[in-house]
């Protein structure tokens, strides 16, 4: 592993969530509920079906997601037992999709690269953010997209994804953030660009109380996707 891109405090904290990352009433919850709403912003990004480097991929719900929409998919996480249950979960389903446990250094190393590049709520849970857009850069075709979603650091953040999702509602497991590690989007576009690339598109992600489900929106306040392209 690399120290700079992989924590490995980070990577034993979803294996043990793996078992139930795949219950929709789980710990996982509120990504469950987030995920149409990410998979259609990408896929609307997207010309038509291609492959599709999904990094820290979890145990598949984004994967498995963008795979049903025609995409073939490779989901990459060094949490071996989230690999473990994305394979069972997409076992049988006749999907263009694999997984692998490992790192995006070693996908550098075999000489891979891929049109589109996924890294959702990931970049917040890393060591160096920087050093881990550039190796995503490495990975991606002269011509590739690079689609990344994260948390802002805002007091609303805080109040929100930090102390109301972990602490009072109880939606995620404590610890499972650190809001001095979110990124704001200011930053995160310096990312991109320090490593070559140019923003192409942004949305922000906003929960519907009435319905449960998530949106695409203007505001960036909370959670938000931004894509990059050479």
Known sequence: MSSGVVSAEEVAKFDQLAA?????????????????????WINGLLPGPT???????????ASEALARLGHEVLGVDAAG????????HADGQGLRLSYRAGT??????EGLTFPVITALEVIEHVPNPAAFVRLLVSLLNPDGMLILSTLNRTRMSFL???LGAEYVLRMLPAGTHDW???ITPAELARLLRMAGLRVHQTTGLLPDP?????????????????????
């Open 51 to 61: 492959r599709i480097l999904d990094i820290g991929c979890g145990a598949g719900l």
């Open 20 to 40: 139930r990352w795949w219950d929709p009433a789980g710990p996982m919850k509120p990504l469950h509920r987030m995920n149409p709403a990410r998979t259609r």
């Open 104 to 109: 995006a250094d070693e996908l550098v190393q």
């Open 210 to 230: 009435l319905s449960g489900q998530w949106r695409t929106g203007r505001a960036m306040t909370v959670n938000y996707m931004m894509a990059g392209v050479r």
């Open 160 to 162: 929100t994804a930090k």
């Open 180 to 182: 001095r590690a979110f």
């Open 81 to 88: 037992e989230a690999i473990e249950a994305a394979k069972a």
